[in-house]
Structure formats: C-alpha cells, structure tokens
C-alpha cells in the first residue's frame, strides 16, 4: 500500500472548479453553446495566470445553467473524489451561480445537489457537507445577498460560509457583515486568504471576520509572528499545493511551505482546490508531498485526523468519519 490509498478528508473544494473538462465539454454541446476558447489542445482548460484562470473558471460555469446540471456535476465529482480515496469532502458552492442569488432558486440548486450527495453516499460511501462560498471580486453587496442565502438555508447539510475569489480586489473586512449574518445562523467560518494576499491579508481574515479557518493561508510563512498566532489559535489551513504549484506561488513542490509550517506547530490540511484545472487528484496531492518532503503514512494519517477534527459536520458524523480513518 503507498499513502495514495489511505482513507482521505478534504476540506477545501470549489464545487464548478471540481468539473472535469469532458463534461463541461458535453454540457455545452448538449445547449449548443461555444465555449471551445477555454480548452488547450490536449483538451484540458487553458488559462495563463491567476486572473486568467478566474476568468476561464466563470466561463466554463456558463455552461452550467440548472440545478439538474448541478446534480449531475456533484455526481460526477463525488465519484472522482471517491475514486480517489475521499471519504469526507466539503465543497465550496455559490448561490452567485446557482440561481444568480434569488433565494428561491439557490434552494433548488441546493436541494439537486444534496440529492446527488445522498446517491453517491449510497453508492461510494462519501459524505459531503457545503460551504456557501461569497466571491471576493463580484463585492460585498452581492456577498451579502449570497450570506442571506447561506443563513437561510444552513442546516444539516450546509455548515459553513467562505470567501474565495480575487483576493486582490477589497479587504477582508468589507464582507464582515456576510460573515457575521453567517455566524448567527449557526454557520462555521472559512476565508481565502494568504495564496495571491500576503501575511497580512490572513491576519485581516482571522481578526475581521473571525474565521476558523483559512483557505490556503501558506503565504503566512513570511511572517514567523503570525505564523506563532496561528500555530497558539489552533487556526487551520486548508492547504492546496498542487494549485499553488500549478499557479506559480512556488516553483517547485518541494519550495512549498507546508512542511515547514506544519514543523512550526500549525495545523496543517491537503485539498485539492479546482482538481481538473490544476491537472491533480488527491491521490496525486498525497503522492507528490510523500516525494517532496520524504512523507510516510503516519503523518498523512495526522493529516487527515487534523482534516475531520476541523471538518465543519456534527459530533457524530466526525465520530464515524473518524473510525474509516483508523487503520
Ligand atoms: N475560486 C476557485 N479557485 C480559487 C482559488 N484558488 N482562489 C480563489 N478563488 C478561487
Ligand atoms: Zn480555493
């Protein structure tokens, strides 16, 4: 066995970035639309730095145009991350492309895609919780119309509320009241922060929007105080270093920081971010930090008990998680 095959939990997965080029591909034909400009010859998405990659990102989402749509993409992702090893996995959702933010209509979305959750939890034995996810460069009054319909529709499958998107543009603090909102309806907290932002840009998100955790926070490790205050709050990162190679943040998988953040005491987690984008799987996300950093099963085994104890599910599903994980 190599730690490919272990039992995974991840934690950090955008829901139309999980889409497998094919099946936008198929998607687009079956509407008639042409949306062959985002495709690389080898019929993999193209895209040439991060804004790009935003950009070609909400391009093949226009593909996506019902909940129906949605089912069969969350099917279709659920397999993959199945086939990978994943037996827990929470998405990042927007109700800024389920239903253009109409209540109404994000309840539809929402309800196919816990209806393929429920089949592919049947079928391959995965569990999924959703993440309502604002998107940073869209601003913060539509961030507060997506935090409406995170509160609203929070509950035993929707946990926690996120921001991702171009970490560039605003501050954290601008959607302070979306996470507020997402606080009192009982949701957990998660923000991107630190991948395109520097340290400061993480300690916005801890201090202005009270987050738990922090989607990638890597850039952290120019700051050795904050990388203290991260390590003594227990905050967790939900690292992606396959997207953080693929993008450029660091040339080389053995230039990222998380073996060294993990060393100075923070908690440390492995997603896979936008999988098909980034030409990785989680299966390959173990494989390559086992190479990099000369990593044996025990700490990908620390690595996923980190994942479910900061997983944003109740006590009892983290219990039954927790014994697949046992070898
Ligand atoms: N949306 C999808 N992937 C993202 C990433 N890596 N950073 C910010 N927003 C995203
Ligand atoms: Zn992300």
């Known amino acids: 066995m190599t730690v490919a095959d272990l039992p995974k939990v991840e934690l950090h997965l955008h829901l139309e970035g999980a889409a497998p080029p094919k099946f936008n591909r198929g998607l687009a034909k079956e509407k008639a639309l042409d949306i062959s400009g985002i495709f690389a010859q080898d019929g993999g998405y193209a895209f040439s730095d991060f804004w790009h990659f935003l950009k070609v990102y909400e391009a ?15 099917l279709a992702v659920l397999r993959e991350s199945a086939a990978s090893g ?16 109409d209540l109404s209509a994000w ?15 049947k079928t391959d034995g995965i569990v999924l919780k959703g993440i309502v996810t604002a998107i940073r460069h869209f601003g913060p ?12 529709t929070a509950g035993d499958f929707l946990v926690g509320f996120g921001l991702a998107g171009d970490e560039k543009i605003g501050k954290p603090k601008d959607f302070a009241w979306c996470f507020d909102m997402a606080r009192e309806a009982g ?9 395109w932002g520097g340290p400061e840009s993480v300690r916005d998100a801890v201090h202005d929007l009270r987050v738990e955790r922090i989607g990638h926070g890597v850039r952290a490790i120019e700051d050795p105080a904050l990388v203290d205050e991260l390590a003594e709050k227990g905050i967790v ?8 190679v693929a993008l450029g943040i660091y040339p080389a998988w053995r230039a990222h920081p998380i073996s060294e953040l993990r060393n100075r005491g923070v908690k440390v987690t492995v997603s896979t971010d936008d ?15 086992a190479d990099a950093f000369d990593w044996d099963e025990a700490v990908f085994r620390d690595i996923n008990r980190t994942a479910i104890n900061a997983a944003f599910c109740d006590q009892q599903k983290r219990q039954d998680i927790l014994k697949r994980l046992e070898p």
């Open 141 to 152: 009054d539509k961030g507060r119309e997506t935090a409406v319909c995170a509160a609203e």
């Open 275 to 289: 999988p098909p984008f980034f030409h990785t799987t989680m299966a390959r996300e173990f494989d390559r930090l």
């Open 107 to 121: 309840r539809e979305y929402l309800k196919a895609i816990e209806e393929a959750a429920a089949i592919a939890q």
């Open 237 to 244: 990162l939900e690292v992606c270093p396959g997207s953080n």
């Open 187 to 195: 949701l957990r907290l998660t923000a991107h922060a630190g991948e």
């Open 86 to 101: 994943v037996v827990y996995s929470e998405m990042f959702l927007s109700p800024d492309f389920c239903g253009g933010r």
């Open 60 to 74: 093949a989402t226009g593909a996506l145009q019902t909940p129906e749509d949605y089912h069969r993409l969350t």
